[in-house]
């Protein structure tokens, strides 16, 4: 079983320089979320845009592991709840309707990293199933806290916040399923230079 993922491969040769590492890379994981989440297309009859900010979030999980994943969601989501305005079309607060979202993207950002501590972006078929696992998690808080916050029904509040997504989730799937497997096996050429 694997115990890397991608951010271990950085250098680190010391306790301090790996703290520091790590810090930097929460914080970059929080900062590339908030970046992605201004990608953002209004979806008609949905509280919920179309974002960058869910493929950030679990490249972010994949790339950084468990531990810093939900370091780095959770500091995207304090941040953002405090003032930050780096949610979704430059957003802050709690009170929004998607904001059940930001909580599922942070448990999946744990999920996923431990997947890929386990090996799950090695290749093609695991990174899928990664992605599909961390979109589920997602989905599963983010739908049922629309429904809560705006008093949809759970057929209104999956025809609002689950399936305008899919395709959108279907291609960032493809995205990541190319690009993860990619960088490990350019990890593993530089390794052997």
Same mark, same amino acid.
């Given at each position: 079983?694997?115990?890397?993922?991608?951010?271990?491969?950085?250098?680190?040769?010391?306790l301090s320089?790996? @703290?520091?590492?790590?810090?930097?890379?929460?914080?970059?994981? *929080?900062?590339?979320?908030?970046?992605?989440?201004?990608?953002?297309?209004?979806?008609?009859? &949905?509280?919920?845009?179309?974002?960058?900010?869910?493929?950030?979030?679990?490249?972010?999980?994949? &790339?950084?592991?468990?531990?810093?994943?939900?370091?780095?969601?959770?500091?995207? *989501?304090?941040?953002?709840?405090?003032g930050m305005?780096?949610?979704? %079309?430059? &957003?802050?607060?709690?009170?929004?309707? &998607?904001?059940?979202?930001?909580?599922?993207?942070?448990?999946?950002?744990?999920?996923?990293? %431990?997947?890929? @501590?386990?090996?799950?972006?090695?290749?093609?078929?695991?990174?899928?199933?990664?992605?599909?696992?961390?979109?589920?998690?997602?989905?599963?808080?983010?739908?049922?806290?629309?429904?809560?916050?705006?008093?949809?029904?759970?057929? %209104?509040?999956?025809?609002?916040?689950?399936?305008?997504?899919?395709?959108g989730d279907?291609?960032?799937?493809?995205?990541?399923?190319?690009?993860?497997?990619?960088?490990?096996?350019?990890?593993? @050429?530089?390794?052997?230079?």
């Amino acid at each position: 079983m694997s115990t890397a993922v991608l951010a271990d491969l950085l250098p680190a040769p010391t306790l301090s320089r790996a @703290r520091v590492r790590d810090v930097a890379l929460v914080v970059g994981g *929080a900062a590339l979320t908030g970046v992605a989440a201004q990608i953002a297309l209004p979806v008609p009859g &949905s509280p919920v845009p179309v974002t960058g900010q869910t493929f950030a979030a679990l490249l972010v999980g994949v &790339s950084l592991g468990p531990a810093r994943a939900l370091l780095s969601m959770l500091l995207y *989501a304090v941040a953002g709840m405090a003032g930050m305005p780096w949610f979704a %079309e430059a &957003s802050a607060g709690y009170g929004m309707p &998607s904001f059940g979202y930001i909580i599922g993207m942070t448990v999946a950002a744990g999920v996923v990293g %431990e997947l890929a @501590r386990r090996g799950g972006d090695r290749t093609v078929l695991r990174t899928a199933g990664t992605m599909v696992t961390g979109m589920a998690v997602t989905y599963a808080i983010g739908v049922p806290y629309l429904a809560l916050a705006t008093g949809m029904s759970a057929g %209104e509040a999956m025809a609002a916040g689950l399936v305008p997504f899919l395709i959108g989730d279907a291609l960032k799937a493809v995205l990541a399923m190319g690009a993860l497997p990619t960088a490990w096996r350019l990890a593993g @050429r530089r390794g052997r230079g």
